[in-house]
């Protein structure tokens, strides 16, 4: 069941023309910031208000920014971009479930980690999860993620958005290089 990367590369970019088009360009890492922002609000109601008028504030210099836009998506997070993430994670993983391609010893240590850093799942995880974290800090820094500056951006001829894919690539290939000398 797999795609040629034609197809797929068709679909993707009728996908993006589509929400560029219907909605707006794709992005996700605000909704960490968000899911983040909604955690708090919960601990710390204070953190997130709305004035007479309707509009939202936060006493969160960053929640507060683009005129309350963030304290608002915390106040109603049912919106379209909220739910494009769990939509997207939860079709990856009825793509994961349907296809079942990818062998049970594969799914918690794949063989080119085990090549390299041994079976250990828990260390695995601690990796993947700290690439991650440095990953999403560093687009919320640049004010966006892959999907955004270099998917959505590219699709418009941003030029942030080659800059961010030039910059993206020439650090991933050195590090899967650096990282996985053996192969699987």
Same mark, same amino acid.
């Given at each position: 069941?797999?795609?040629?990367?034609?197809?797929?590369?068709?679909?993707?970019?009728?996908?993006?023309?589509?929400?560029?088009?219907?909605?707006?360009?794709?992005?996700?890492?605000?909704?960490?910031?968000?899911?983040?922002?909604?955690?708090?609000?919960?601990?710390?109601?204070?953190?997130?208000?709305?004035?007479?008028?309707?509009?939202?504030?936060?006493?969160?210099?960053?929640?507060?920014?683009?005129?309350?836009?963030? #304290?608002? @998506?915390?106040?109603?997070? =049912?919106? $379209?971009?909220?739910?494009?993430? !769990?939509?997207m994670m939860l &079709?990856?993983?009825?793509?994961?479930i349907l296809r079942?391609?990818?062998?049970?010893?594969?799914?918690?240590?794949?063989?080119?980690?085990?090549?390299?850093?041994?079976?250990?799942?828990?260390?695995?995880?601690?990796? #993947?999860? @700290?690439?991650?974290?440095? =990953?999403? $800090?560093?687009?919320?820094?640049? !004010?966006?993620?892959?999907? &955004?500056?270099?998917?959505?951006?590219?699709?418009?001829?941003?030029?942030?958005g080659y800059i961010?894919?030039?910059?993206?690539?020439?650090?991933?290939?050195?590090?899967?290089?650096?990282?996985?000398?053996?192969?699987?």
């Open positions: 069941m797999v795609l040629n990367w034609k197809y797929g590369g068709l679909a993707l970019g009728l996908v993006f023309f589509l929400a560029v088009l219907l909605v707006k360009p794709i992005g996700v890492s605000t909704q960490f910031v968000i899911l983040d922002g909604i955690l708090w609000d919960m601990q710390n109601p204070d953190i997130v208000t709305q004035a007479d008028d309707g509009a939202y504030t936060s006493t969160n210099a960053y929640l507060a920014k683009s005129g309350g836009k963030y #304290a608002k @998506a915390v106040a109603n997070p =049912v919106n $379209y971009s909220f739910i494009f993430v !769990g939509a &079709g990856a993983l009825i793509s994961s079942n391609s990818v062998p049970k010893g594969e799914r918690m240590v794949p063989a080119i980690w085990r090549a390299n850093y041994g079976g250990n799942v828990l260390k695995r995880w601690l990796v #993947a999860f @700290a690439g991650g974290f440095i =990953v999403l $800090y560093g687009a919320r820094l640049a !004010g966006g993620c892959t999907s &955004g500056h270099m998917m959505s951006g590219m699709s418009q001829t941003a030029i942030s961010f894919a030039l910059g993206a690539f020439l650090a991933a290939f050195p590090t899967a290089l650096y990282m996985f000398k053996e192969e699987g």
